[in-house]
């Protein structure tokens, strides 16, 4: 039988994921199918129970059951140990559940491979202190930045994120009013911008030789990005290449193969514009 795999979500009609899967399982020439399942709010762990008793292998998770997805996995990496939160669930060859991240390294990936921003000995400015950003943080932090500060509208979870990662290197939290810039990387980890939202950021955390970039995407730069640039942003990058490199490092895991993400991300590109 063909193996299954799928993201679950809610909503989940937006989601690119199987167009995804579906390329890479093309690329690699593996039989499978991967779709998209809406999942109501309280019945999330009945559905995965269900999935896997059927001829399902793995799954990817998305909003809004990442952190229950943490703790319904029979063990999990040490990426997702840290996190908190999984985003990637693969049935084991002695039926058990593990759990994953792949956010962190999709993220670090789109950012020194596919558009070679340096990592090491920066300055790196997050913003946001929920799930998204519980995910990268030790992924980041193994890059060796010279320092990481985490800011968010409520302060404590903002120090309540970094004194969780304080023992994997340099992170603090500030006020957003204690910021003093330029600041070499800069993450948005809210989709606030999506809405018209703009983080309460003074224009001098942004330098000639500053990256921004927001964790969400569009067929237009985030409201995020054209503040950014209008700012002088030396480059702004959105979240796209994040969304396909979590999900071929979710690919690898369960396949044992290693999908050419670029070339699919470069199509994802084009479909998003042509939109």
């Given amino acids: 039988m063909t193996d299954l795999y799928a993201v679950m979500g809610n909503p989940i009609h937006h989601s690119k994921s199987p167009q995804i899967h ?13 779709s998209a399942m809406l999942v109501p709010v309280d019945g999330f762990e009945n559905a995965v129970q269900k999935f896997f008793k059927g001829n399902g292998r793995g799954l990817n998770i998305t909003v809004p059951f990442k952190e229950e997805a943490y703790k319904l996995a029979d063990s999990l990496t040490e990426r997702a140990q840290t996190a908190q939160a999984v985003n990637t669930l693969m049935l084991q060859d002695d039926g058990t559940i593990l759990g994953d991240n792949t956010d962190g390294a999709g993220l670090v990936g789109d950012l020194t491979l596919n558009n070679q921003v340096e990592l090491k000995d920066k300055r790196v400015l997050v913003i946001g202190a929920g799930g998204a950003v519980r995910g990268i943080l030790q992924p980041f932090l193994g890059q060796c930045p010279e320092s990481i500060t985490i800011v968010n509208r409520t302060f404590e979870k903002a120090q309540n994120l970094a004194d969780n990662f304080r023992e994997f290197g340099p992170i603090s939290a500030a006020q957003f009013s204690d910021l003093n810039g330029p600041f070499d990387v800069i993450i948005n980890g809210t ?7 703009l983080p309460p950021l003074s224009a001098s955390v942004i330098g000639p030789n500053t990256v921004v970039y927001d964790m969400m995407y569009a067929k237009q730069l985030t409201d995020f990005l054209q ?4 700012q002088g942003a030396n480059k702004v990058l959105d979240g796209l290449g994040m969304l396909v490199g979590q999900a071929a490092v979710s690919f690898e895991l369960w396949r044992n193969h290693r999908p050419n993400s670029g070339l699919v991300l470069e199509g994802m590109r084009k479909q998003l514009q042509e939109a």
């Fill in 22 to 34: 579906e390329q890479f399982a093309q690329q690699c020439k593996q039989n499978l199918v991967y």
């Fill in 191 to 197: 989709s606030a911008s999506l809405n018209g939202e």
């Fill in 227 to 230: 503040w950014a640039k209008s």
